[in-house]
């Protein structure tokens, strides 16, 4: 098989993204399909990771105070409907569980969407006083929503993620905390999966269902579609009140607590895929990549090459996840593709003759590039171009946002741009709900968030309906 | 509150087992009940032990070469019909998802109980030829079983558990790796929980639904019931056969794959729990716990107290997991006697009168030992101490086992045992179900194992009916 029938697996990034992503999900083993829609099976190479955005974040989270706990997925059906936006926001989504041990149950049960209900119930029971807070709890679990259109990894029913809620004594230390977690998720994002992130609040019609704010990290995929990439929201009192999550002052009076909750997911690995990927596979940032390097043995049959290279794998494998490509059934040609395929950020290629004039052969996946390293230089060499690739990966990406972010004035401007090259459209909104449904119905493309960086001298008055303009918000079409 | 009146909230031990332990789990913060029967939200307590019970777990399965994935939490009901034994064994007990986003659904869902029919049909899809085997996979994951009577962290219907499954191309293969992953489960138990077990294999009715040979590793409570702590299942052809798990052997022939199974749980705080605790409350080994010793400032308010704990804190906290209770609306008495009922392993007093003195107090969990402690070597005698407290539990447990294993000749023996103080009874058995079904009928103990350590002296007959025996099985009243 030449490399260009292997490659041909693949359908073209240009031709038809939404299956070159399917393609890559499948053939580099990152998950499948079961026999349930919108239920898929992550295979060890996927599920890796997971487990290293779980290890990063979860460290940052412990950083700032926060403990993990475990919730039951089940929760009675009375917990849905206690807050008004709540029920209406995910009723529809819901998965029921009637029966169970033989019997009909005398309250359906309901897996849980997300946990807002049972976090305050339990809060209720374990809170007293203002000496008990803040209390800042997560939980990493997995979670269910009866989607329609359902897409690997994207948007399954069921899904992996956690859910941060912390509850405090103040308006003001809730709503620090909002912004401080909105801050690790870009941190996660930007540094371990090398994508750039921006940080902005949601306007009322994409807020949660049943926060009071929104704060969003919002990314863009290689073909010019948004990613809303994690949330954290600052519930207020909506849910505490209903709830009853209450304490005694300092003043000896009682009060109700105010709540946040925060969520990223492993939706993450599908936007690590489209944010890097490219005609010959995935490209895995480092620092999150299960498989640093790779040595594919050239001539492994011949006589010293696999000692050699067992040799140099055991002076490597604990600086760096490195692997040995020593199957006997395809050839190095095919292993080169194989692996490319797989985004594994660096391939070491070493034969009879590199070990005879004591180097090998390095390949980087992000740009291709082939160099030539002497064998004794190899783990700094490594470990050098770990870092590398990890930034060059996220300037490549950010490359990609300059060139896929325009400005429109009017919506002439707005439908050329986004029909053009998709991407972010920053343009003024007069804070009208009209306003953003016209955008949506017209051009496909939905407000990501009002932005923290807001450019205030794009234009005074609304994109739309030409009033005086309140935010600038940026507008992309989404997955 | 004195330290009487303290202690005096916990049922006393020796009056009530079971509402101990419950008292325990609440009380201790480890877990709490929720709304739903059977359902408990884990605190973080005790969910940093169980994510201790995982980082220790999941080290060990990956030096054997297991990866992690993830299948989904709800399976088809064809899938739990397929291997006979397996509906037998968990139909009564699955809760049923009848109902997805809105709609009926065509074909009901079932929560795993446990994945068998989920893993085998996933590798039915990616096992193709003998170079692919084998196939070492595990998740970690919440799973749910309609108990009729539940109990927290010991019986709840939802709990968290690993559960490895592996294929391979021979029995033989199949058959060690069901061994190599019980050794690592009596690891687990005996090094991180400090628990003393018992090897064995399980009698025909006492095997997994589905399970050609089922192993376990027994445990001995305080008060002498048994706990069954982790099973590895060698399953044969069973699961893979109706499956289809296939593959193209050395030969180019078609074959069946080897199959095992293996899991432990939350159950594991359960044992832990009723293993090492005593009438102040929680016992927990060092390796385990979450706080391996708090810092208990006496005369908090004095000048220079805080900023000396602090001091020591700081200097100790990158070698041991330690806090500092600087709660101002309790008492050091307080104090002591809760640390004392959360089992941390070793208390520190510093007072005023102390760093006068350059020392400070230290009091062990396990033994009540008190001892003074000169500051600097504080670091030097935690770090052996950590060491002789895990060894010293280990033996209290296994003195436990020793006293409340007995041998039985007759039934009159038997009954006069379990009925003196429970434990394990050492007694010779036909091999006939009969005679272990009279044998839980008329005590109420089941056989625990056939040890791999069988002592074949103790008789030549069968407790119960007097025909040759076949092998020695230890029985005992079980949770």
């Known amino acids: 098989m030449s490399k260009d029938d292997f490659v041909k697996e693949i359908t073209n990034i240009e031709d038809d993204f939404a299956k070159w992503f399917t393609d890559i999900v499948i053939k580099a083993e990152l998950a499948d399909y079961t026999e349930v829609k919108g239920f898929i099976a992550y295979r060890p190479y996927g599920y890796a990771m997971w487990e290293n955005i779980q290890k990063y974040a979860d460290n940052e989270f412990k950083k700032k105070g926060v403990e993990n706990i475990a919730l039951p997925m089940l929760m009675p059906e009375h917990y849905l409907t206690t807050e008004k936006e709540h029920v209406e926001g995910f009723a529809p989504e819901v998965a029921w569980v009637t029966h169970g041990g033989g019997k009909e149950l005398e ?33 990493w679990c997995n979670v269910l929503r009866w989607e329609k259109e359902t897409r690997p990894i994207l948007r399954s029913r069921e899904f992996y993620w956690q859910e941060g809620h912390t509850i405090h004594s103040t308006e003001k230390e809730a709503r620090e905390m909002t912004l401080e977690m909105l801050d690790v998720y870009a941190d996660v994002i930007e540094n371990l999966l090398a994508i750039p992130v921006i940080k902005g609040r949601k306007t009322e019609s994409e807020k949660f269902a049943g926060a009071v704010d929104t704060y969003t990290v919002e990314t863009l995929m ?8 994690g949330t954290s929201h600052y519930l207020g009192q909506n849910f505490t009140k209903p709830f009853g999550v209450k304490f005694q002052n300092k003043d000896g009076k009682e009060e109700f607590a105010y709540h946040t909750s925060w969520g990223i997911s492993t939706r993450l690995i599908g936007a690590m895929i489209m944010a890097h990927g490219d005609n010959r596979g995935l490209k895995v940032p480092p620092k999150l990549a299960p498989i640093q390097a790779v040595i594919v043995p050239i001539q492994m049959q011949k006589t010293g090459v696999m000692e050699k290279v067992n040799e140099i794998y055991d002076s490597l494998k604990d600086k760096i996840r490195i692997k040995v490509d020593d199957r006997d059934q395809y050839s190095p040609g095919y292993k080169y593709n194989d692996w490319e395929m797989r985004g594994v950020p660096v391939r070491i290629e070493i ?6 004039n004591n180097k090998c052969v390095i390949v980087r996946r992000d740009t291709l590039e082939k160099q030539e390293c002497v064998l004794n230089e190899l783990e700094d060499k490594l470990e050098k171009l770990m870092i590398e690739i990890q930034q060059n990966m996220y300037n490549m990406c950010m490359e990609n946002v300059k060139n896929k972010t325009t400005i429109a004035i009017n919506m002439e401007e707005f439908e050329k741009n986004i029909n053009e090259h998709q991407g972010f459209i920053k343009a003024m909104w007069c804070g009208d709900a009209e306003c953003e449904e016209h955008i949506h119905n017209v051009t496909g493309a939905k407000s990501r968030c009002i932005p923290f960086k807001e450019e ?8 739309v309906c030409g009033k005086k303009a309140k935010n600038m918000v940026i507008w992309g079409r989404q997955y």
Request: aromatic share 10%.
């Open 107 to 139: 309250e359906r049960l309901y897996i849980r969407p997300t946990s807002e209900p049972l976090f305050c119930r339990m809060y209720a029971k374990w809170l007293k006083s203002w000496r008990d807070l803040p209390m800042k709890y997560n939980q």
């Open 222 to 229: 290689h073909d010019g579609r948004a990613i809303q990439a």
């Open 351 to 356: 034969g009879p003759r590199d070990i005879e």
């Open 456 to 463: 205030k001298n794009i234009s005074d008055v609304c994109v």
